[in-house]
């Protein structure tokens, strides 16, 4: 409560006042990477109907992509079916670039769009084939797939899901849920242990300096798309504290003092090859 | 390599046994020791419903962490009207410090096995599921071999010891997430699905695997069966604490002279448990024993008498969890170790209830802001508030706990939290807060 009346009101008109002359905040998408929270699941897909037709309206796919399950939407299509669809994987990719094309005269290239390459999808068949297209048995679906491509090529997914009847979505949530399954193409990985020994060894303040090395946080890929930046999910018997693994082999002489430095030699042989505009 | 503290001689060892006398998968070398003599007089004169009746008579409480009474469990399975029913054994060992789990299935694989046979035997489930660690190779290997050799003596598959009843056991391995060792997520992953818990009830023991009711126990739980089966209820009841009788496994670690695996009779101390381990390391100070792996609570060096039973270290802040006492020397900050603690937590949510997903993330910032010596004074009740949101909506214990170190900080440990904030000075000289005048007004 003030003392002086309408002090409120007179605060709230000054913080409307100086907004009002701050310049706006844009991120130059996709020349510039916007921040996403760590658990994003993926864009929506917008999806065609069998008569061609672009469905923007009652859809299911906000029911379908919603990574908490919190939607819970059925209904009927227009031909009276109690049905949910989902389009094909190139849906968005020929909308983007049809809109790139008539806002900015001219394509612009999408970095997370490669990730809808084709893949071999008779290698995916063989897979599927073994596993009696059991959506029961996903995980060890989506391990197999992981073995043959070294990712999970969204193309596989869309077969997976063609071939079983689960859903996109499901799969895709699946997928992205288990840390040891992954879309990026990376090469190396640096591991990271956060067991509570090693944490208590000083392992918390060593992957942050690691993290701060390679530019990237926990869970991520650095800028480049070349290295994972992971942590074990349990600490290996009779491993040193804290512990770093490259690509499973313990670096044993990282320590806090030369880890910021250690990360940056390592991300820094290759330098990254994104332009930032 | 982890081992296994030596107990006091004369004090019994159901989950354990003397585990490091033979070659654990030798079949014959485990049948002379007793082995899968539970399960032909659970067979013979015992029978489904006196196996329900002995587990519930015996008060064993499951050794996951929760101490659900497991005859509570066996009866609400039995009781299902779905005649198809599913056991699942836990091996998920979800704290990445621990290895009670690992070495029990290593060591004792038939134990686990035969557990798992009692138990479909008396719920009425013709399949069990093992599911274990992915990175647990060798305890995988012994698991296969214990089942395999099982299957060829008839104690497992089709018409066991000549029941007429079949028992089909399969080893499934999972991995990534945390999050597996909660049962409900647990049964997630084995189905194919995103580990996420589910709303209970219905309890996995109406509504588990695939649908169907599910009795889903620890390896530990189960390796104790048989114990019980064979030298009786009141053998049993003599050993511990007489809310939760029987014997814990318990990882001692941190700055103790030998660290390793203790089997302890339930309601022995936090200081017994140092001392099984050596005691404190020489040269170091005992600063704080964090119980329960990593959403356990910090505990200080008066409250070291606290029996480690169930109900005993809830009251403190701390719990059993994982089965984890990790002791903190002077060296350690309990600021940084808490916060660090809470986000691994946070990271490892599974993202299914907003509290968790955004609250415990929330926590972490806070913490952030108390190592960093720049709290904001509505922080200590927006760290209460928020820690309360998460037990109260919670879904799973992860949620339940995971704010537990930072609560326990707070109520133990106020102090040093005082230090940072205040005096922007980190005794332990791991943080290196920054001294806001004024800003700040402490916890």
Known sequence: MSSIPGLGLVKGMALTLRRFFQPPLTIKYPEVDPDIAVKYRGRLQLLYDEHGTLKCETCFQCAQACPIECIDMGGTDTKGRYAVHWGAAETYGERRVESALRRAGREVPDAPFAAFEPADLDAVDAILESHDHDPHRMLSILEAVQDEFGHLPVAALKRISHRTGAWYAMIYGTASYYRHLRFERTVEEVAVCRCTACLMAGGGRLAEAIGAGLRTELGRPTPDGRIRFAWLSTHPPGAAAPLVALDGEAQLEVTAANATAWAQALAGEHPASRTVH | ?443
């Open chain 2, 1 to 443: 390599m982890t081992t296994i503290l030596a107990t006091p001689a004369g004090r019994p060892r159901p989950i354990l046994g003397d585990a490091a006398a033979t070659v654990p998968t030798d079949l014959d070398a485990a049948v002379a020791a007793g082995a899968f003599g539970a399960l032909r007089s659970v067979v013979g004169d015992l029978g489904p419903t006196g196996t329900v009746a002995t587990i519930a008579a015996s008060g064993l409480r499951g050794r996951g962490g929760a101490g659900y009474p497991a005859g509570t469990k066996w009866r609400a399975v039995t009781g299902a009207a779905d005649p198809v029913r599913y056991v699942v054994a836990n091996g998920y060992e979800a704290d990445p410090a621990q290895s009670t789990n690992r070495i029990l299935m290593e060591a004792r694989p038939f134990a686990v096995v035969e557990g798992i046979a009692i138990a479909a035997l008396a719920v009425g489930a013709r399949e069990a599921v093992i599911a274990v660690r992915a990175e647990y190779s060798d305890a995988v290997r012994a698991l296969e071999v214990a089942v395999f050799a099982a299957e060829e003596a008839g104690f497992l598959g089709t018409d066991v010891l000549g029941s007429g009843r079949d028992v089909a056991v399969t080893i499934r391995t999972v991995q990534g997430a945390y999050m597996l060792g909660e049962e409900t997520v647990l049964l997630a992953a084995l189905e194919g699905r995103r580990g996420q818990p589910e709303q209970r009830p219905p309890y996995p023991t109406e509504r588990g695997l695939f649908g169907h009711p599910t009795l889903v126990h620890n390896v530990a739980t189960l390796a104790t069966v048989p114990w019980i089966v064979r030298n009786g209820v009141d053998a049993f009841r003599a050993i511990g604490d007489p809310d939760a009788p029987g014997t814990v496994l318990v990882g001692v670690s941190g700055a103790v002279a030998s660290p390793g695996i203790a089997e302890v009779p339930t309601g022995t101390t936090l200081r017994e448990l140092i001392d099984l381990a050596g005691g404190v390391a020489a040269g170091r100070t005992f600063k704080a024993a964090l119980v329960g792996g990593p959403s356990g609570g910090f505990l200080p060096a008066e409250l070291l008498d606290t029996p480690y039973s169930f109900d005993a270290l809830r009251a403190t802040g701390a719990h059993v969890g994982s089965g984890g006492l990790m002791i903190a020397d002077d060296r350690a900050c309990i600021v940084d170790l808490a916060r660090l603690l809470v986000r691994y937590g946070a990271d490892e949510a599974c993202g299914k209830t907003i509290p968790c997903r955004i609250g415990l993330r929330r926590l972490a910032e806070i913490g952030q802001r108390y190592a960093d010596g720049t709290a904001r004074p509505t922080d200590p009740k927006l760290l209460a508030d928020l820690a309360d949101d998460c037990a109260a909506s919670a879904l799973c214990d992860h949620e339940r706990l995971a704010p537990s170190p930072l609560r326990t900080a707070m109520r133990y440990f106020g102090p040093e939290i005082d230090d940072h904030i205040l005096r922007g000075v980190c005794p332990a000289g791991v943080c290196s807060p920054i001294r806001v005048a004024g800003a700040t007004t402490g916890r």
